[in-house]
C-alpha cells in the first residue's frame, strides 16, 4: 500500500494512542504513524480462531480483554507498560467500523490516559477501509494516510465535571476533522 504519515511525532515517553478502527491492518499502521511499538488492548473474542494470530499477536505483545468481564488483569499490564515508559494502543469505538462516526466511542482510552497521568494521542487512520475493510478477505493496494494528532494532556481537563467524557470527546473531535482533512485532500480540488 501507499504510507504516507502526517502530523508530528508524540511526546516522548509513556503515551496512550487511540485510532478509528475499519481494518485488519490498523494496529500495524498505527505504529508506523507514532513511530513506535505499541501494546494493544485487543479484545479476547478475537482468540481461538487460528493458532497463528493468537501466536503472533501475543509474541508482540497483545493485552488480551474481556468484553463481558471486568478486565482488571488487563488494566494491570497496560498500567505497567505506560509505568515502564511504554506506550499502549487501543481502538475506542471497540470494533472495526464501516464508517466514521458509526459507533460511539467507549472511554477506555482516556480513563487509561487519565490513571497513568501520560499524553492521550488521537490518530486517524484514513484509506485502510478500501486496503481491508469490514469484510475484506484479501488485501487491496490503495493510499492509506496515517495523521498523529495534537495529543489531549489529562491535566487540562481535571476541572471538568466528567474528565474522562470530555477526553473522549476531544479525541473524536480530532480524529474527526483529520480524516475531514484527508479526504478532503485525497478528493483534491474542486
Not at 129 to 139: C, E
Request: with cysteine.
Amino acid at each position: 500500500m501507499d504510507f504516507e504519515r502526517a502530523g508530528q511525532p508524540p511526546p516522548d515517553g509513556p503515551i496512550v494512542v487511540a485510532a478509528n478502527h475499519y481494518s485488519h491492518v490498523d494496529p500495524v499502521l498505527v505504529s508506523f504513524t507514532v513511530r513506535r511499538p505499541i501494546r494493544y488492548l485487543a479484545l479476547d473474542e478475537l482468540y481461538g480462531n487460528s493458532r497463528f494470530f493468537d501466536r503472533f499477536t501475543l509474541f508482540f505483545g497483545a493485552i488480551p480483554v474481556s468484553r463481558t468481564r471486568a478486565p482488571i488483569g488487563a488494566l494491570r499490564l497496560a498500567l505497567a507498560e505506560l509505568a515502564s515508559g511504554g506506550t499502549v494502543g487501543l481502538f475506542p469505538e471497540g470494533v472495526r467500523v464501516w464508517t466514521w462516526g458509526e459507533a460511539e466511542p467507549k472511554r477506555g482510552a482516556a480513563w487509561l490516559a487519565r490513571r497513568a497521568g501520560v499524553p492521550l494521542v488521537p490518530v486517524a487512520l484514513a484509506g485502510t477501509d478500501l486496503v481491508m475493510g469490514r469484510g475484506a478477505r484479501r488485501i487491496s493496494r490503495s493510499p492509506v494516510l496515517g495523521v498523529a494528532c495534537e495529543p489531549i494532556f489529562p491535566e487540562d481537563y481535571s476541572e471538568h465535571d466528567d474528565p474522562v467524557g470530555a477526553m473522549t470527546e476531544e479525541w473524536a473531535k480530532r480524529v474527526g476533522v483529520a480524516l475531514s482533512d484527508a479526504y478532503r485532500r485525497r478528493a483534491g480540488p474542486g
